[in-house]
């Protein structure tokens, strides 16, 4: 049997089947939340964000472009949802070290997990616009194009906001005395 | 000092944005400059272990919560302007605004000139008690359904409020169990349900019936009655396909 594409399951859900909605969710749930994780730096609030993003897409599907990639689409609110969270509770200003730790794979080199864990901790001291772009490049791995689609800004934009933003997290790393 | 140009550069090959001519053109000039091969090292360093984070499992209940939340938000209640609640079938047009407006200005014109014209009252001779007639809608138990058998305990309590009819239920089960609410749509509406354990209970809302199926299910439900007629209300608990309690409970006006 051929996984139904995204586009199919729209048209069913939007003719009331509330099943092929369960599939899209099953299909984009984990995205969206090491999304939001990775935002909002607590898994907790990553969940109801990302429950959040799930009921808005929802309610708003008929307004979806299938011209975009439904995958943009969702990931777009899931951005701004986790943008809004953080603006209205300050939560970069708040957040203890070390919230989160990172799971050890056998192949990983200690320095290695040790400087990923320090990059978690210095990219929540970034700028949350900074923020959402080193996330969607590297932990996503979405294109220029991509990206400016994701957070509504000309692709130029993106551009500078990347660079700024690599050199703003290596800046923050070197003052708080890492080796990178 | 980097170069503007020599930045750009760098960031673009971290990208793999770069052409092969640049690439080599880069290659050249970070052979020469330290300060730019340290920039290069570290931000090509740092993306590669951003890239490397590991992605992380949600909670199994995240789905769970997600159609839970989709279900109860499909049949909602739509929320109705405070006029509304008054007046059912009212609907807001401008012309009656206008209307408004000149009643409005004509009522204070004339309130005015009648108070203007009334000798003074003086507070100290006015005496006595304002009361408030405070009616309140009387809450009555029509079924109450009692549940000790095949792993499952607790109750079912269908009460009355008005137009409001309210099913209370507490359950609890080793195993899974299901309760079942079949509803006419033209005499009853649903309306919500009070906090729910949504990793413990599945919920899925359709136009004539409820069902809720976990371990543990303890909430209130409320609906609306639509219409005066008598109405039956459904109730079916299952577990393993199999009828526990199965009654049909006439929810109608009393007389």
Redesign the interface.
Known sequence: MTERDDAALIGECLSGV?KS??II??RY???I??LA??MVHN?DD??DI??SV??KA??NLASFNPRFKFFSWIYRMAINESINFVKQRKIGEELPPNVLS??R?PEDNYS?LV??EQ??EALMKLDIDYRAV?IL???E?FS?GEISYILDVPEKTV?SR??TA??S??DI?INEGVV? | MIEEKILEMIHKEIDGELTDRGRSLLGDYLSHHAEAQTLHRDLKKMSHALTQVPSEEPSANLKKGIMNAIALKRYAPQPKRFAQLFFPGLKFNFKYAYVFVYGLAIGIITTTAIVNLKPGVNTSDVSGSLVINQATEQTSLIRKIDLNKSNISGTIAIKTAGALVMSEINLQSKNQVDVRLEFDPQHLAFQGLNDLQTERVQINVESNYLRLSGDLVDCILAFQRKTDSESLLHVEVLQNSGSIADEQISVGVSK
């Open positions: 509330l909605f369960e969710v099953e749930q984990k995205q939340y090491n994780l990775r898994h990553a969940e990302s429950q799930f009921v929802y309610e990172i799971e794979t290695e400087l990923r990059l978690l080193i490049r590297h932990f791995g220029y551009k990347l660079f690599r050199q997290l290596r790393l990178i």
